[in-house]
């Protein structure tokens, strides 16, 4: 009889120990899962994934207006997603990938873009940062390949390397929607690019010459005609106000981008576009 006990406390134990064991072995088959996939898609699509959990409540709000706004316009999707990890996959086949099974874009027009990011984690190599803009088939004359990295190289990365994450897509975003829409084309931004700069270089290298003028005309004229009759208080009122109305339109620009598109109304969903292997990316 006794006997019979001890069997039977030692199977209970026994199963118990293998009770206790078998979850593990699932949680490494889940993890092993992983390699090699990308997120899966959204019971709820929206423009912005952020997995990584890269933006404020209010950005991400931002940019979800503005890309929902800019599909309603002609259908060209953006779809900023962010990862803690790229499972294994290089970062442009996790977007090709990625933009190929949620079905960015619409079908047979594949103007879908996929903006990834995973954010630097430590200096190892699966620590690096990473980013690629993705566009789809149909996006790839709008976003060609080298203006993609110059995006990457010149405005996302310096960002990134400060951990601005949100400037650096508000601001790639705020070019790229307006050649979605067809506003202007990568000659335009190039040209307007350069153009600003020749701007700049010629009023650095003409004030060294002018200063004596200017500081001539601001003792004779401001402070003679301005100060004594607007006194102190007036006159730096005066000067907010005109620096307001000279430099507000561009201060503000990124806000009132936001605002007028935030009346995109109505629902979304991807629709059926597809990847060739257009784009660009970079790491940091």
Known sequence: MKRLNITKILAFLMLVMALGYAPMPALAESA???????????????????????FSAAVKSQLIDSLKALSNFNGSQVVVVTVNSLNGLD????AYTLGDEWGIGQQGMDNGVVILIKPKTGDSSEGKGQVFIAPGRGAEGVLPDAFCSELVNDVMIPKFKENDYEGAVLEVVKIIAPMMRGEYSVEDYEKLK?????LYAWLGSSMCCLWPFLLFFWYYFLRRTFIPKRRWNSSSSWSRSYYDDDYGSSRHSSSSWSSSSSSSGGGYSYGGGSFGGGGAGGSW
């Open 32 to 54: 092993d899962n992983q390699e090699g996939k990308v997120l899966p898609k959204p019971s709820t699509p929206t423009p912005v994934v952020d997995e990584a959990g890269l």
């Open 91 to 94: 970062k442009s086949e996790y």
């Open 194 to 198: 350069h153009k600003d700069d020749a």
